[in-house]
Every structure is written in structure tokens, then in C-alpha cells.
T-cell receptor
Framework: TQLLEQSPQFLSIQEGENLTVYCNSSSVFSSLQWYRQEPGEGPVLLVTVVTGGEVKKLKRLTFQFGDARKDSSLHITAAQPGDTGLYLCAGRNTGGFKTIFGAGTRLFVKA | EAGVAQSPRYKIIEKRQSVAFWCNPISGHATLYWYQQILGQGPKLLIQFQNNGVVDDSQLPKDRFSAERLKGVDSTLKIQPAKLEDSAVYLC????????????FGPGTRLTVL
């Protein structure tokens, strides 16, 4: 069974700080997505990474897919209260169509 | 463009009762997903439709859960009878296809089973 482990589970930081959250697996994924979910809402896609070693930037967010396509990280620079939410990674199994979600990292950015 | 619609938003029932959730995906999206998200966990796929056919229902507890997408558009998820452990948010999502296109999620239905 493919599993995605996210760490840390919870993170509370001050506005302006930098942070990195991780998504790890023992399995290889063909691609990986990061979603952000706010209370009472469904997840919203932030990025999709496909190639091992790929780095994508979205304003203050930097996403990296591991060379072996087993892990990924999300780095936020100068966090803002608006970044508060649940960050979920979702991996697509190789050769298939199944998407597996991690349990998420709950981020709280204090003003 | 209208997003994924779900109803009801909240539902409270007693164990052993039945409940149904409705989802209307984004127009033109062939793939529809139902997820269960228990508090503190990530979404778990229950069933995936491609048009009106089931692609994956391996994690659907078929003794109590059922889902249909008769005309390949909107979908209904039913629980009969409900158990306490079914308390969760039920998310519906849709995508253009199943080739790992972006999934667009609805706001979810929060179910509480007492």
C-alpha cells in the first residue's frame, strides 16, 4: 500500500518567518500535487510536479520533487496570515490513475 | 464558471439511519470523485467515476455505501445504515479526465452520526 507521510503535522509561526513542510513515501510516484485547504472548504490545487528534481515557484512558495520521485517539499518564504491552512500532498501511483493524499500539515501564521 | 456543487452542507443523523449526499460537478468534467475526510486526516478516495462508469471503488465499504452517476453528470453517495465512524466530511471533486488533471473540489458535506 502506498502511503504519503507529511511532516510536521502542525506548525505555528510568526508572520515573516520561513518554513518548509515535507511529504515522504517509500514508493515512487509518477507525479505529485500540493493542495491547500481552508476550514469549511475543499482543497485547492497549488502545483503539480512531474519530473524528478523539478522545482517550481509560485510567488513566495517553492515546491520541489525529489530526484527519485518519492518525496517532495514545500517552502514558504516570509509567511503571511493568509497562508494559514491545511497543506496536503497527493501522489499519483506509477502506471495507474489512483491518487493518494497525505494527512496534511496544518499551518497557522500569527500576525 | 460555476464550481462543484454539493448538498447538503451539514447533516446530523443517528446511527443506523440512512443519508444521501448530492454532487454536481463542473460542466464538461468527465471524472468525478467522492472522498471521505475524517478530522485530522487527508481525503480518502471512496469511488471514482469516468463518465457514468466506475473506475475505482476499492476503498468503498460496499456493505453500507453506494454511489451512482447515472447520466454521467451529477452523482449521489448514500450510506445505509450509518455508523458512528462515518462521521466525516464527504468531498466531491471533478476533473476533465483521469490523467492527473487538476481536481476541483466542492465545499463538502459535514456528516455527524450520533
Amino acid at each position: 500500500t502506498q502511503l504519503l507521510e507529511q511532516s510536521p503535522q502542525f506548525l505555528s509561526i510568526q508572520e515573516g518567518e520561513n518554513l518548509t513542510v515535507y511529504c515522504n513515501s517509500s514508493s515512487v510516484f509518477s507525479s505529485l500535487q500540493w493542495y491547500r485547504q481552508e476550514p469549511g472548504e475543499g482543497p485547492v490545487l497549488l502545483v503539480t510536479v512531474v519530473t524528478g528534481g523539478e522545482v517550481k515557484k509560485l510567488k513566495r512558495l517553492t515546491f520541489q520533487f525529489g530526484d527519485a520521485r518519492k518525496d517532495s517539499s514545500l517552502h514558504i518564504t516570509a509567511a503571511q496570515p493568509g497562508d494559514t491552512g491545511l497543506y496536503l500532498c497527493a501522489g499519483r501511483n506509477t502506471g495507474g490513475f489512483k491518487t493518494i493524499f497525505g494527512a496534511g500539515t496544518r499551518l497557522f501564521v500569527k500576525a | 464558471e460555476a464550481g462543484v456543487a454539493q448538498s447538503p452542507r451539514y447533516k446530523i443523523i443517528e446511527k443506523r439511519q440512512s443519508v444521501a449526499f448530492w454532487c454536481n460537478p463542473i460542466s464538461g468534467h468527465a471524472t468525478l470523485y467522492w472522498y471521505q475526510q475524517i478530522l485530522g486526516q487527508g481525503p480518502k478516495l471512496l469511488i471514482q467515476f469516468q463518465n457514468n462508469g466506475v473506475v475505482d471503488d476499492s476503498q468503498l465499504p460496499k456493505d453500507r455505501f453506494s454511489a451512482e452517476r447515472l447520466k454521467g453528470v451529477d452523482s449521489t453517495l448514500k450510506i445505509q445504515p450509518a455508523k458512528l465512524e462515518d462521521s466525516a466530511v464527504y468531498l466531491c471533486a471533478s476533473s476533465l479526465g483521469d490523467l492527473f488533471n487538476e481536481q476541483f473540489f466542492g465545499p463538502g458535506t459535514r456528516l455527524t452520526v450520533l
